[in-house]
């Protein structure tokens, strides 16, 4: 699940200088989030119809990153075509997904933190660093690329107090990887030295 959050309104109404607008909210993760989904777009539409914007439309795509044919949201969606620009509240996935297909200007409400899961009522952040080379077995489940402030593929560092890392606080990663393998009985695990990440991996080439 993608992890996302809601930009500061002050900073949306900034950018949008058209008035028309259409919002596209997004029924995956950021409604699991409770960012994007329909309770989110019509408080949206109503902040921004106070601010003096004209709303010609919202709806909640099924998955904004997901679009099998733009012609049906077009159809489903007649104030789409009325709008001078579309307002997207889902992950960057979904707003460029979106701005490929619109032909008119695109705006992002939500700003992606990261790669995140649902466990039981629980939201997770940062599960995973997606860097095309997984090995998170390894490290107990827990993604040192994400989780370790200084993203360490070798570690611990030796920095942490108390279960803190010095950089920013955070619980430390290795801490807890310890802490699981040794639950795992997958202490050995540690002893292997890891070569720097193989970011060749990880695509980047802007292939659709």
């Known amino acids: 699940m993608i992890i996302s959050r809601q930009k500061e309104f002050k900073e949306i109404l900034r950018n949008l200088n058209e008035w028309n607008i259409f919002i596209i909210g997004c029924g ?11 309770p989110e777009v019509i408080e949206m539409g109503k902040k921004l119809r106070r601010a003096g914007k004209n709303i010609t ?57 990261s790669l995140g899961g649902v466990c039981g009522d629980e939201n997770l952040k940062e599960l995973c660093g997606m860097c095309g080379e997984c090995k998170v077995w390894i490290f107990g489940g827990i993604c ?13 560092c030796g920095g942490a107090v108390d279960g803190k890392c010095e950089v920013d606080e955070r619980s430390c990663a290795w801490d807890e990887i310890y ?21 060749t991996k990880k695509e980047r080439s802007g292939k659709v």
């Open 144 to 156: 040192p690329i994400s989780q370790c402030s200084k993203g360490l593929l070798n570690g611990p």
């Open 28 to 38: 995956k993760c950021a409604a699991k989030m409770r960012v994007g989904g329909e």
């Open 179 to 199: 802490k699981k393998l040794e639950k795992l009985g997958k202490l050995e695990y540690l002893e292997i030295i890891h070569e720097p990440k193989d970011h």
């Open 57 to 113: 439309g919202w709806t909640v795509l099924s998955s904004a990153c997901s679009i099998p044919s733009w012609e049906d949201v077009l159809s489903c969606n007649p104030g789409v075509k009325k709008s001078d620009a579309l307002l997207v509240m889902s992950c960057g996935g979904g707003v460029s997904a979106i701005s490929r297909l619109a032909g008119i200007t695109v705006y992002p409400a939500l700003d992606t933190e």
